[in-house]
């Protein structure tokens, strides 16, 4: 029998999420989420896609990132997918941050977990979780490979004049300061998407991939490469986010510690969790903010017309960067189903080549979609991305590729 499903785990610090595919046909059969561990309300979620789809749930206290994997095998045995099944071929782990080392999804042996545990400093918040899942589903299938996605690893291709920031090159170096970028899967599989619903190769497209969740970065993709990107050294920088500032004047930190007496800690709360939309209007949820508009609230109008308005610089600033645009692609909850952004982040841009079409603009659908009018030089998408498929496809196209090495030798 050849093992073709792949177990995609996402582990954060207080949360599992996991998916079961099936990569002869891609098909998902099952997927779920373990949140709150470690408290008292800890709740498991699953649902059996392959079965009657129907969700089962545990309300009760789990412990911990073992406790959780142990409680999800136990989910997946009863459906008859469990982890001890010889058509899982390999589990493929998210994994935040793999610095400048690693550009491919990684087979995870010891030297590849320390040097992800080396990237602590510069990951704090990710990276642990993600190693604490990675080290329980290596001990439930210590036979079985597991590989490392990371999220940087799609910018790794950016040009030193894009990645470098231009403080003292020694400091940055002795302190691994560079611009590493974040949502590498989704810009990978949401460039290559457009280029296929454009009819075209990846390598001869150039896009502008708009990611715009919670957490928000553009990319910049020439021939199906990212040369730059907004987030940097942490996903802090770059556009506006639903509660993360992105773009500010740096000198804006040290003006907080001396005038405000704000210490370092406290800043990075209010930069990452109460700046951006929340910081704004109180409101992190594009859909409420739109909401409150139709209302007339002006806070809520402010914190929209501001993030647009950094959308709009960085569809320029990437423009640049690209010379030639064939599309610009929305994705992620806001830049899949916020109409109003999509148009007003392109307003205006007629002579760039960029317009989107009302009617088109208006439909909701979870298929990848053209929304500007024919006559328009770039097209503007929306691709729905799909980063626990790129994850698996990832992961399988790398143990299929060592299992035909290895009948090779
Ligand atoms: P995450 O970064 O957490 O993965 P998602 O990609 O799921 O985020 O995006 C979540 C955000 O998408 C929500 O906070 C909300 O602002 C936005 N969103 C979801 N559905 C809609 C909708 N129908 N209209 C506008 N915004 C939406």
Redesign the pocket.
């Known amino acids: 029998m050849t093992a073709t499903r792949i177990l995609v785990l996402n582990s954060g610090s207080s949360s599992v999420k996991y998916q079961l595919l099936d990569m002869s046909d891609n098909s998902r059969l099952a997927v779920g989420l373990v949140e709150r561990i470690g408290e008292e309300t800890s709740r498991l979620k699953h649902t059996p896609l392959a079965g009657d789809g129907r969700s089962r749930e545990q309300n009760r206290p789990i412990a911990d990132h073992d406790e959780a994997l142990k409680a999800v095998a136990e989910e997946l045995s009863q459906d008859g997918l469990g982890l001890d099944s010889p058509e899982l071929a390999a589990i493929g782990h998210r994994v935040v941050h793999g610095g400048k080392r690693f550009t491919q999804p990684t087979v995870i042996d010891d030297a590849v977990l320390k040097e992800v545990e080396r990237l602590i400093p510069v990951a704090p918040l990710h990276n642990p979780a993600n190693l604490t899942g990675i080290r329980t589903a290596m001990s439930l299938r210590p036979d079985l490979p597991q590989v490392a996605v990371f999220d940087t690893a799609f910018h790794t291709t950016m040009p030193e004049s894009a990645a470098r920031y231009a403080i003292d090159v020694e400091t940055a170096d002795a302190h691994r300061i560079r611009r590493y970028g974040f949502h590498g899967t989704s810009h990978a599989y949401v460039s290559r998407k457009t280029a296929e619903l454009l009819g075209k190769r990846p390598e001869d497209v150039n896009v502008i991939v708009l990611h715009?969740?919670?957490?928000a970065s553009a990319s910049a993709v020439r021939g199906g490469m990212c040369v730059d990107t907004s987030m940097g050294l942490t996903p802090l920088e770059g556009l506006v986010m639903?509660t993360r500032s992105g773009d500010v004047d740096p000198a804006v930190i040290f003006h907080l510690m001396r005038v405000a007496g704000m210490s370092a800690d406290e800043i990075d709360v209010l930069l990452n969790k109460k700046s951006g939309l929340i910081g704004l209007c109180g409101d992190?949820?594009?859909?409420e903010i739109?909401r409150r508009i139709g209302e007339g609230d002006e806070a809520a109008r402010l914190a929209f017309d501001i993030y647009v308005h950094r959308l709009k610089k960085y569809i320029g600033a990437y423009y640049a960067v690209l010379g030639r645009v064939d599309a610009v692609a929305f994705t992620?909850?806001?830049g899949e189903?916020?109409a109003p952004v999509r148009e007003a982040a392109v307003a205006g841009l007629e002579e760039l080549g960029l317009a989107v079409d009302g009617a088109l603009n208006a439909v909701r659908s979870d298929e990848p979609r053209i929304v500007s009018p024919e006559y328009a030089r770039v097209a503007v998408a929306v691709v729905p991305?799909d980063e626990e498929l790129e994850i698996a496809r990832q992961t399988y196209a790398l143990v299929a590729n060592r299992a035909g090495d290895r009948q090779e030798n």
């Open positions: 715009l969740g919670n957490g639903g992190n949820d594009m859909r739109r992620a909850g806001v189903n916020a991305t």
